[in-house]
T-cell receptor, first 113, second 114 residues
Framework: EAQVTQNPRYLITVTGKKLTVTCSQNMNHEYMSWYRQDPGLGLRQIYYSMNVEVTDKGDVPEGYKVSRKEKRNFPLILESPSPNQTSLYFC????????????FGDGTRLSIL | AQSVTQLDSHVSVSEGTPVLLRCNYSSSYSPSLFWYVQHPNKGLQLLLKYTSAATLVKGINGFEAEFKKSETSFHLTKPSAHMSDAAEYFCVVSASSNTGKLIFGQGTTLQVKP
C-alpha cells in the first residue's frame, strides 16, 4: 500500500529538548515536504526536498532542520524546541515536477511545554 | 506570485442538500489546482485536481469542481451532502510550474446537520 508514515503521532516534551520526527514514503517519490498546521492559517511549508541531498527552506523554516540522505526518508529535527513550535505537523511526498498531487502522512501532534 | 483564498471559513448544510465551498486563486501562469479533505485526526486526502485539461473536474465521493479562468475561481460542489462529508476542506494551488511546492488556503470547515 502506498503510504507516508510519520512517527511519533503524538509527543509532549519540554523546551530545549532536541527531538526528531521521522517521515518515510514507499512510493519512490523525489519530492518531500514538511508542513505545520495551525488554526486559521492552513498549512505552511517548513522545508522541502527535491531529491536526495537537495533541501531548501519553505515559508516558516526558523527553528527547524531537515536532512535527505535517502530517497525514502525525510526527518524533521527541532534542535531546541520552543512553545511556539507546538503544532500539528505533516509530511508529504510527490513525484517530481510541478502540478503533482502530494500524498500526506497522518500527522504528528507536538506539544512543547 | 501564487495565492489562494477560501471565501468561507465555515459552511453548514443539511444532509441531502447541495454543498458549495468557494475558492479564488491568483496565479501568474496556468496553475494546477487541487482540493484536499481532512477528517479529524487524519492527514489530507486528495479529492480532485485540475491541470489544464477539462475545466469541470470530477473527484472522489461525488465531489466536483469547475475551473473558471475569467473569475479566477475553483469552487467545490456536491449535489447532496452526506454526514460523512463533515470535515475540513483545503483549496490548493501549485506555487510554480517546475517544483512540487503547494500553497494552501486557510481551510473551510463543512458541518453537515441531520
Amino acid at each position: 500500500e502506498a503510504q507516508v508514515t510519520q512517527n511519533p503521532r503524538y509527543l509532549i516534551t519540554v523546551t530545549g529538548k532536541k527531538l526528531t520526527v521521522t517521515c518515510s514514503q514507499n512510493m519512490n517519490h523525489e519530492y518531500m515536504s514538511w508542513y505545520r498546521q495551525d488554526p486559521g492559517l492552513g498549512l505552511r511549508q517548513i522545508y522541502y526536498s527535491m531529491n536526495v541531498e537537495v533541501t531548501d527552506k519553505g515559508d516558516v523554516p526558523e527553528g527547524y532542520k531537515v536532512s535527505r540522505k535517502e530517497k525514502r526518508n525525510f526527518p524533521l529535527i527541532l534542535e531546541s524546541p520552543s512553545p511556539n513550535q507546538t503544532s500539528l505537523y505533516f509530511c508529504a511526498s510527490s513525484s517530481a515536477g510541478g502540478g503533482q498531487p502530494q500524498h500526506f502522512g497522518d500527522g504528528t501532534r507536538l506539544s512543547i511545554l | 506570485a501564487q495565492s489562494v483564498t477560501q471565501l468561507d471559513s465555515h459552511v453548514s448544510v443539511s444532509e441531502g442538500t447541495p454543498v458549495l465551498l468557494r475558492c479564488n486563486y491568483s496565479s501568474s501562469y496556468s496553475p494546477s489546482l487541487f482540493w484536499y479533505v481532512q477528517h479529524p485526526n487524519k492527514g489530507l486526502q486528495l479529492l480532485l485536481k485540475y491541470t489544464s485539461a477539462a475545466t469541470l473536474v470530477k473527484g472522489i465521493n461525488g465531489f466536483e469542481a469547475e475551473f473558471k479562468k475569467s473569475e479566477t475561481s475553483f469552487h467545490l460542489t456536491k449535489p447532496s451532502a452526506h454526514m460523512s462529508d463533515a470535515a475540513e476542506y483545503f483549496c490548493v494551488v501549485s506555487a510554480s510550474s517546475n517544483t512540487g511546492k503547494l500553497i494552501f488556503g486557510q481551510g473551510t470547515t463543512l458541518q453537515v446537520k441531520p
